[in-house]
């Protein structure tokens, strides 16, 4: 997750945090001088809340940490493969009001494996990627480039909307067929990317 998101996050949290936390209090001080039981009723209700919001930002630096120090490992003494970008797909999420891609390739080198990433900086279909990976997990390759630089110089403009039904299968086999005369698949790829788009995957 880019590092601007989790400001954002971190941010709203705590903004969460000021309200919830001083009514808390406010509600029960009011109970304890005498006022009406729905004040300890929303004292609770708030108090409640507010710790549901620091286990869930607890949860969610723990879940960062994790993959920072795998992503560090990664880097550190990861095994060095190439990807080659087959798609990249709009996910119509924004972050900062950057819309999201979702990267998608295959790693010639390693067999079944596949490369999925999100980014809000795409590079077009046919672009080599310097991937780290652990033998253990495969499947889940890390981008070694600076995407924001690649993005940059490739000019890569906005991705059009994907096709659907027939039109789909027919841009994606166009697709491939650029990457294979361009030399960024070889016959092999092409023709099991093919049975994979033929097939519906």
């Not at 989790?6 to 945090?17: E, M």
């Not at 809340?49 to 879940?63: G, M, Q």
């Amino acid at each position: 997750m880019p590092k601007g998101a989790r400001v954002w996050i971190g941010l709203s949290v705590g903004l969460q945090l000021i309200w919830t936390l001083p009514l808390t209090v406010f509600m029960y001080v009011l109970w304890t001088n005498g006022g009406p039981q729905v004040n300890l009723t929303m004292s609770i209700v708030f108090g409640t809340l507010s710790l549901a919001v620091v286990v869930a930002l607890a949860l969610t630096i723990a879940a960062w940490r994790r993959t920072d120090a795998r992503e560090r490992a990664l880097r550190e003494s990861g095994l060095r493969a190439e990807a080659v970008v087959t798609d990249v797909v709009p996910t119509g999420v924004r972050v900062n009001n950057q819309l999201m891609y979702r990267l998608v390739g295959h790693v010639p080198d390693v067999p079944g494996m596949e490369l999925r990433q999100s980014t809000i900086w795409p590079v077009p279909p046919g672009t080599r990627l310097t991937v780290a990976y652990s033998p253990d997990r495969p499947g889940r390759p890390l981008i070694l480039d600076d995407l924001k630089s690649l993005a940059h110089r490739m000019r890569v403009g906005p991705v059009p909307p994907l096709a659907t039904g027939a039109d789909a299968v027919i841009q994606r086999l166009t697709q491939l067929d650029r990457l294979r005369q361009s030399g960024a698949i070889s016959d092999e790829e092409f023709d099991r990317l093919k049975s994979d788009v033929m097939d519906g995957q």
